[in-house]
């Protein structure tokens, strides 16, 4: 792995932040969904080589069959299967972090 790589624990990571900071930005919004589907989808890698690296290093983006089928064009391509992963991925970390949010919100 090179230093530059970004890995999917970063690509989580980074998203989870972005649920963060969008809920202190709106604190009285409760609701969501559509930044959350707007961060996984823009937080999935687009180009071949990443996508590929990503397989390479979590296996089971590569061998698993995404729930909402491929991603990008939906032909059941390596890429577009573990794009689909990621992006699952991705969405499930932004909303583990919405409901740690949301715990901490009640508990103050």
Not at 52 to 72: H, I, R, S, Y
Request: contains cysteine; charged residues 30%; proline residues 6%.
């Amino acid at each position: 792995m090179s230093d530059n790589e970004t890995t999917l624990e970063d690509i989580l990571s980074m998203a989870r932040e972005e649920v963060r900071e969008w809920a202190k930005n709106n604190p009285d919004d409760d609701e969501p969904h559509d930044f959350i589907s707007e961060t996984a989808d823009t937080s999935v890698p687009v180009y071949t080589g990443d996508l590929m690296q990503l397989g390479v290093d979590n296996l089971e983006l590569a061998t698993t069959k995404p729930e909402l089928g491929p991603a990008f064009d939906g032909e059941p391509t390596p890429t577009n299967i573990i794009a689909a992963n990621v992006y699952e991925a991705i969405e499930a970390a932004c909303w583990e972090e919405w409901q740690e949010i949301e715990a901490e919100r009640e508990a103050a």
